[in-house]
Structures are given as C-alpha cells and as structure tokens.
C-alpha cells in the first residue's frame, strides 16, 4: 500500500483525474492502473528483468516511450491548466486506456515490482502461487484507486480543486515532466 500512495506519476495522474474529470473516470483510471501495476508483477514473476538484461536496448525503447507520454501529459496539463474543467467526464475507455499508458510507460514499476518480488518470495513459484500474488496485487491496487475514487471525486474536494485549478495542474504538470525527463536522463 505505501508503494501505491507514494508520490509518482500513477498518484499524481490518478488525482488529477479524481478530481477534474469525476468518479467514473478515476475509477477507469484506476483499474488501468492497476492492471498495468499486476502486468508488471506477473512480469517480474516470470523474469522480464532478466530479458531486459540480455536486450538493453528493449528495456530503453520502454523507457523512453513512457517520458515521452509522460511528458505529452505534463505539457497538456500545463496548457489547459487555465482552461474550465469539460462538462462532461471523460469516457470510461479513454480513462482507462489512460491509465494504462501511464504504468505501462513507467519501466520504474516493473523494476520495483522485481525487487520486492526477489526480497520476498522465493524462486521455482507454482502457476497457483503466481496467479495468487498477481491477483492479490490487482485487488490491493483496484481497491485503494477504488476508496480514492470515492474520496477525491466528491463534492468539496472538487470545489477544492475548481478554486485552485491552475496552481494544481501546474504543479501536476511540473512533477509528471519532472519524472518524464528524469527517465530519459537516467542512466539505467
């Protein structure tokens, strides 16, 4: 759970979304977020890392594609930042599809996924074990996007944003372009 809330560009895109575009959509962001969190986990599982270490050149296709979207969202967030939020949420899909892109693009996830995953299981899990520990993984994500959803997207808390819009999308903009450029100067 500390992993999940802790400050990044999942959080950070997850809050935006709470609050400018309603609950539905944050919880379509969510579920994309947390699927793409258990992927990497499921990832990790079956070794991924150990590809990246024999393709180096995969694993900085991956990084770099997700600085890149990262850096698309922090640059439209700073632009719209003085404009009214839509009427309407965003569709449930495009939110989503979002989230996805979000962690898909964060190799960050993948590799603390394959960390805690070296610390704290064993080698040689069963298909069960690891159907067990991704689930689990899927369910502690949904359900803390999931308490968000409800809490960020109501009433005050959007009264809250609306009156300080543009500070917030500015400062959301500055981390999600900061994280974006970070990985692209990161060595490994």
Excluded at 65 to 75: E, K, Q, S, T
Excluded at 139 to 152: C, P, Q
Excluded at 176 to 187: T, W
Aim: glycine share 10%; net charge positive.
């Amino acid at each position: 759970m500390a992993a999940i809330a802790s400050p990044g560009a999942a959080l950070i895109y997850f809050i935006k979304t709470c609050v400018a575009a309603g609950r539905r959509a944050a919880l379509a962001t969510g579920l994309g977020l947390g699927l793409a969190a258990a992927g990497w986990t499921l990832a990790a599982l079956l070794g991924l890392e150990s590809l990246f270490r024999l393709f180096p050149w995969a694993y900085t296709v991956l990084k770099i594609g997700g600085a890149l979207y990262l850096l698309y969202i922090a640059v439209q967030t700073w632009r719209q930042a003085r404009s009214p939020l839509p009427d309407t949420a965003r569709p449930g899909g495009r939110a989503f599809a979002s989230g996805l892109m979000v962690n898909i693009g964060n190799p960050k996830s993948m590799l603390f996924a394959a960390a805690v995953i070296l610390v704290v299981f064993p080698q040689g899990l069963t298909a069960p074990e690891i159907a067990l520990i991704v689930t689990n993984h899927l369910v502690l994500e949904i359900g803390f996007y999931s308490l968000f959803a409800v809490l960020l997207s109501s009433a005050p808390a959007r009264r809250g944003y609306l009156s300080a819009k543009p500070v917030f999308d500015r400062i959301a903009a500055t981390l999600l372009g900061a994280l974006g450029l970070r990985l692209l100067v990161e060595r490994n």
